[in-house]
């Protein structure tokens, strides 16, 4: 199974950007995905997970500007980032939830001017 992130790019603060995550395997078998990001020299943070049920959870800084979605029939995970700020730069990765180390792919790189 592989998982290919894209969608990011340069945005100004406050804009909007849509990542998507392209699993090469069935994602109805995944129970839990999520949306990971990481910044240079620190480890990967979770930012946003879903079940297969549809219950979400959110990294309480993105709470309420940031929507994670499945789409099982197409195998595609997304993520809704609003009212980006700044410190959202990062490199966006999809993954399991817990990850798997073969699974994280090169990622996005999505970077927020102020």
């Known amino acids: 199974v592989q998982l290919q992130a894209s969608g990011g790019g340069f945005v100004q603060a406050g804009g909007s950007q849509t990542l998507s995550c392209q699993v090469s395997?069935?994602?109805?078998?995944?129970?839990?995905m999520g949306w990971y990001r990481q910044v240079p020299g620190r480890q990967h943070e979770l930012v946003a997970r879903i079940l297969s049920s549809g219950t979400t959870y959110y990294l309480p800084s993105v709470k309420g500007r940031f929507t994670i979605s499945r789409v099982n029939a197409n195998n595609t995970l997304y993520l809704q980032m609003d009212s980006l700020r700044p410190e959202d730069t990062a490199r966006y990765y999809c993954?399991?939830?817990?990850?798997?180390?073969?699974?994280w792919g090169k990622g996005t790189q999505v970077t927020v001017s102020s």
């Open positions: 395997g069935s994602i109805s078998s995944m129970n839990v």
């Open positions: 993954n399991n939830v817990p990850p798997v180390d073969v699974r």
